[in-house]
């Protein structure tokens, strides 16, 4: 058994990790997998919708994956602000679709809670890797004027295709490494604090 298969055989909560090349196009095999007979609704930005999710879109449709319109935000300053997880509740309450969050960051922590104050589990596929928390528990949010940490489960299952990682701005891989090598002082930190 790989390390990654003892990981997900220990969580409680993500249940399947597709890391590689060329991934994109099992996302509806991955899908299915885990949300037999749910319909899907894919979460995006403008920009990620552009890089992935169209392509996600389109692969549910060829594999006959009943889902909704995308839900895309289209706002210039989109950031993991509370009133963004409220407009995404909004929507999720008129459905029971299984969001697939289509992003990095943002995307996966507005998705992340707004699916756990609807009630139900989500999927991410990976479009950067500039942060650490793709499958870590909880999201980063700013509500009230500053950043707070909301207690919400981790995906249910996470599809990172290198290809498209790899195409990503620079300045998102340099944010992500600097979000993995800030944890080593951070507990010292908190611990000092």
């Not at 399947?16 to 749910?38: C, I, M, S």
């Not at 707004?114 to 596929?125: E, F």
Request: net charge negative.
């Amino acid at each position: 058994m790989s390390k990654v298969e003892d990981a997900l055989a220990a969580a409680s909560e993500t249940k399947a990790l597709r890391v590689g090349k060329a991934l994109l196009k099992e996302v509806a095999e991955l899908f299915l997998e885990q949300f037999p007979n749910q319909t899907a609704v894919i979460i995006a930005d403008t920009t990620t919708y552009r890089i992935a999710g169209e392509t996600v879109y389109k692969t549910l449709l060829k594999a006959n994956i009943s889902q909704l319109s995308p839900f895309v935000y289209n706002h210039p300053d989109l950031y993991a602000e509370y009133a963004f997880v409220d407009e995404l509740v909004d929507f999720l309450k008129t459905n029971n679709a299984i969001p697939i969050a289509v992003g990095s960051g943002t995307i996966n922590d507005l998705t992340k809670l707004a699916s756990h104050l609807t009630g139900r589990q989500y999927m991410c596929v990976a479009t950067a890797a500039s942060m650490d928390g793709y499958t870590a528990f909880g999201a980063s949010i700013t509500a009230d004027g500053a950043k707070q940490t909301f207690n919400c489960p981790a995906p249910q299952a996470c599809l990172a295709d290198i290809d498209i990682i790899c195409n990503a701005p620079r300045e998102m891989t340099a944010s992500g490494y600097a979000d993995l090598f800030a944890k080593i002082t951070a507990g010292a930190d908190w611990i000092l604090a």
